[in-house]
T-cell receptor
Framework: GAVVSQHPSWVICKSGTSVKIECRSL??????MFWYRQFPKQSLMLMAT?????????EQGVEKDKFLINHASLTLSTLTVTSAHPEDSSFYIC?????????????FGEGSWLTVV | DAKTTQPNSMESNEEEPVHLPCNHS???????IHWYRQLPSQGPEYVIH???SNVNNRMASLAIAEDRKSSTLILHRATLRDAAVYYC????????????FGSGTRLQVQP
């Protein structure tokens, strides 16, 4: 089946620095990718929708200047957490539909653990 | 997207069938029923999805009520590796709109 891969699986960074998380669709092209955040014992919360070749769409309450999303190609979207703070520590997950249209399948990456110290 | 209702938790014994229910009384005619599961510290894993007819695949079966207001995910023989949070999600256009996750059902499998 289709595979979505994230890198890194986990990262520790110092407060105030920036960290980039990559999301790749390995065997299909994704014009759209979705980024989620999940805090411990909570469900996934959508952060933004990444669109290839155009600006990302952010959910209410998500700071676009803090969570920079770039979807430069049909197989790669990146999320950069800028000026990270301990409260940004979370599990970040990306996903992508395997094709446009109704009834298709959305595949998820393995997730990336971010710890800000 | 229409809302779904699932029990918070369920328990099962290993090698026994498990029936995970989901109510979605406000489902629209174009909504597909998707099931995903999430193991600890992993991203969600696709299980199965359907529109009107029952569906079977290697992982599970999906039984959809005739009025589509409820569905049941069936794991035919639970294993310890099936212990996870199972999410029932409705979506009419997964090509453009993200899936909205509720709290799901936490399945515990006892040896």
């Amino acid at each position: 089946g289709a595979v979505v891969s994230q890198h890194p699986s986990w990262v520790i960074c110092k407060s105030g620095t920036s960290v980039k998380i990559e999301c790749r669709s390995l065997d299909f092209q994704a014009t759209t990718m979705f980024w989620y955040r999940q805090f411990p014992k909570q469900s996934l919360m959508l952060m933004a929708t990444s669109n290839e070749g155009s600006k990302a769409t952010y959910e209410q309450g998500v700071e676009k200047d803090k969570f920079l999303i770039n979807h430069a190609s049909l197989t790669l979207s990146t999320l950069t957490v800028t000026s990270a703070h301990p409260e940004d520590s979370s599990f970040y997950i990306c996903s992508a539909p395997d094709r446009v249209g109704s009834g298709n399948t959305i595949y998820f990456g393995e997730g990336s653990w971010l710890t800000v110290v | 997207d229409a809302k779904t209702t699932q029990p918070n938790s369920m328990e099962s014994n290993e090698e026994e069938p498990v029936h995970l229910p989901c109510n979605h009384s406000t489902i629209s005619g174009t909504d597909y029923i998707h099931w995903y599961r999430q193991l600890p510290s992993q991203g969600p894993e696709y299980v199965i999805h359907g529109l009107t007819s029952n569906v079977n695949n290697r992982m599970a079966s999906l039984a959809i009520a005739e009025d589509r207001k409820s569905s049941t995910l069936i794991l035919h023989r639970a294993t310890l590796r099936d212990a996870a949070v199972y999410y029932c999600i409705l979506s009419g256009d997964t090509g453009r709109r993200a899936l909205t996750f509720g709290s799901g059902t936490r399945l515990q499998v006892q040896p």
